[in-house]
């Protein structure tokens, strides 16, 4: 499957709203060559992280590529980093609201709580057990993203209706604040 067939399943589709399957096979080829093309595919979306149930593929894993951008200016610079089968094994007592978006749910905002640290496990794309700690907005997307293989969505999380907003006026927002 190249990247260009790839399609944002936005929300309504049954697979977001499903438990991903385990990766059991990382070293396959055909597994190899999806990673490859969902890479490419978020990097060409400038996304902070790609689940891989949003392109139709039911499998516990997603990818982190943050950086700053305009929706996200103080975007920790990171390098893309593939992450299969993970877990969250600590999570802070610690929890803060932030902005969050999606691409399976475009033009919306909204202020998601999340834990502010967490430590977390997961597979490599070349096997490796990981175990990792990540903090503020890394945590954020490692969240989001985990969520996507849960079957969950930001707007699951959302505490309050007044929490949400279309993008635009978001955008108006955030450049009123900078």
């Known amino acids: 499957m190249t990247n260009s067939t790839f399609q944002i399943r936005q929300l309504g589709d049954p697979i ?32 902070m992280g790609i689940a891989a149930p949003q392109v139709g593929i039911s499998q516990r894993l997603f990818i982190m590529s943050s950086r700053p951008n305009s ?4 975007a920790p610079e990171m390098e893309p980093t593939f992450v299969i ?20 749910i475009p033009g919306i905002r ?14 490599s794309r070349t096997g490796e057990s990981i175990q990792t700690e990540f903090f503020g907005f890394l945590a954020r997307v490692f ?7 849960n079957g969950k969505v930001f707007l ?3 505490e309050n209706s007044l929490d949400i ?10 450049s009123d604040n900078h």
């Open 16 to 47: 977001l709203r499903k438990m991903a399957e385990a990766v059991m096979d990382i070293t396959d080829n055909h597994t190899q060559s999806f990673l490859d093309d969902l890479l490419q595919f978020v990097l060409d979306k400038k996304g």
């Open 71 to 74: 929706r996200y200016p103080s």
């Open 85 to 104: 089968n993970p877990e969250i094994v600590w999570s802070s007592s610690e929890i803060e609201k932030d902005w969050e978006g999606c691409l399976s």
């Open 110 to 123: 909204a202020l998601v709580p999340r834990h502010t640290a967490i430590k977390v496990e997961y597979t």
């Open 143 to 149: 969240q989001h993203e985990l969520d996507h293989l």
């Open 156 to 158: 699951d999380r959302v």
């Open 165 to 174: 907003m279309m993008e635009q006026e978001w955008l108006k927002l955030i």
